[in-house]
């Protein structure tokens, strides 16, 4: 059982950035590849970034291609999404996962393990 906590969302005006971490409680952090997904009320989960397990490839959806950045530091267990240029339409409650599979890192039914979700709000 690997449990997941994200940390760093909050209140953001349009145009802030905010840094999202999610910080795995076991080592074997390493062998999973990372994903986040944000869900907005009255909508479903949806994909956001997804990071392999070396780091090696990012993949990310096409509304946030440009502006989010996600990474990860495995001797820290754990992963990050850097969101700059933030929108209205961000605002949503954000979640890490984990997957020990390689491939459709865009479906969250794919996903191990999940945090808890961290709420990100962004005001104009």
């Known amino acids: 059982q690997v449990q997941l906590v994200e940390s760093g969302g909050g209140l953001a005006q349009v145009g802030d950035s905010l840094t999202l971490s999610c910080t795995a409680s076991e080592p074997t952090f390493r062998v999973y590849a990372v994903g986040w997904f944000r869900q907005a009320p009255g909508k479903e989960r949806e994909f956001v970034a997804a990071?392999?397990?070396?780091?090696?490839?990012?993949y990310y959806t096409d509304s946030v291609e440009g502006r989010f950045t996600i990474s990860r530091d495995n001797d820290k267990r754990t992963a990050y999404l850097q969101m700059s240029s933030l929108k209205p339409e961000d605002t949503a409650k954000y979640y890490c996962?984990?997957?020990?599979?390689?491939?459709?890192?865009?479906?969250?039914?794919?996903?191990?393990?999940w945090g808890q979700g961290i709420q990100v709000t962004v005001s104009s």
């Open positions: 996962g984990i997957t020990v599979l390689s491939f459709s890192l865009s479906l969250a039914t794919k996903y191990d393990y």
């Open positions: 990071i392999t397990r070396d780091g090696t490839n990012t």
